[in-house]
């Protein structure tokens, strides 16, 4: 079989993976995050053993920058402009979740499974070669690309999903004080919070639909689709949090799209 034959089962396997993660999140709730806090032992039993969060998130996430790149050499495209900057596009992204963000978040005594850590990390190797692949061997982009209506539209959506992204996990981290590491978690307020419990999810999620936009392609098309598959039942669970530890949670904040959802 051909590569490109390969590569769009590899595609159609990616959407079948994003409706399963979705169906498996709305039972289950991954133990991160809050969502290892005491009282999750049972949870994290399930799911093996864990390790230091941060070192966790490097991992995990790391391979988004040096196997997508390894991928994206070997493209007959990989010298062109557009290609060039699709691909720094894409590892700003990562560059701030693998590299930034794990050493900003208040992680002493927190940990990750495992299990989540080598999941997420084959994850990345997967999407990493589908993004890479697309960008400098199969898709095709002339330099006027970069003034076209999706690149130009889809680039603004990647920036304000971007920023949203980091100035919700900003908000956040700074909640907890040195010392809290393993609680005192407090109800986030004032701007998106007032209207959605996980503005971080939302501006992620508002990311790649920035991306599928600005890529114009299969590819980035199906990493949204897994992307908001994989955040939406999450965020819908951090408010059950919310709701459970904080009695004055707001009945008309949402979980990550606001008014609806």
């Known amino acids: 079989m051909e590569e490109e034959q390969w590569y769009w089962k590899a595609l159609w396997l990616n959407i079948i993976l994003a409706f399963s993660t979705a169906a498996s999140l709305t039972r289950i709730t991954a133990p991160y995050g809050r969502h290892t806090q005491a009282g999750a032992s049972s949870s ?27 991928v994206f050499s070997a493209g007959k495209h990989a010298s062109e402009t557009v290609p060039l900057v699709l691909l720094r596009l894409f590892q700003l992204h990562y560059t701030h979740r693998a ?15 495992i299990a989540i850590v080598a999941l997420s990390f084959v994850f990345n190797i997967y999407n990493g070669y589908l993004q890479a692949r697309w960008l400098s061997e199969f898709g095709i982009y002339p330099d006027t690309w970069l003034r076209s209506p999706q690149f130009v539209s889809g680039s603004l959506l990647f920036a304000a999903g971007m920023v949203t992204n980091v100035w919700a996990d900003s908000v956040l981290i700074s909640l907890r004080k040195p010392g809290e590491e393993r609680g005192g978690y407090k109800l986030p307020q004032g701007w998106l919070f007032s209207l959605v419990a996980c503005p971080n999810y939302s501006g992620e999620i508002l990311e790649w639909l920035g991306w599928a936009l600005l890529t114009w392609s299969p590819a980035g098309l ?34 990550v799209i606001p008014f609806v959802l």
């Open 222 to 255: 199906v990493f949204f689709i897994f992307t908001a598959a994989n955040l939406i039942p999450r965020a819908v669970a951090h408010r059950r949090w919310y709701v459970s530890k904080f009695p004055e949670f707001p009945a008309s904040r949402r979980a």
């Open 44 to 70: 994290l039993d399930v799911w093996g053993p864990s390790m230091p969060a941060r070192d966790g998130w490097v991992l995990m996430e790391s391979p988004a920058l040096w196997f997508t790149l390894l």
């Open 99 to 113: 590299l930034i963000y794990p050493f900003r978040m208040r992680s002493r005594g927190k940990t990750i499974s």
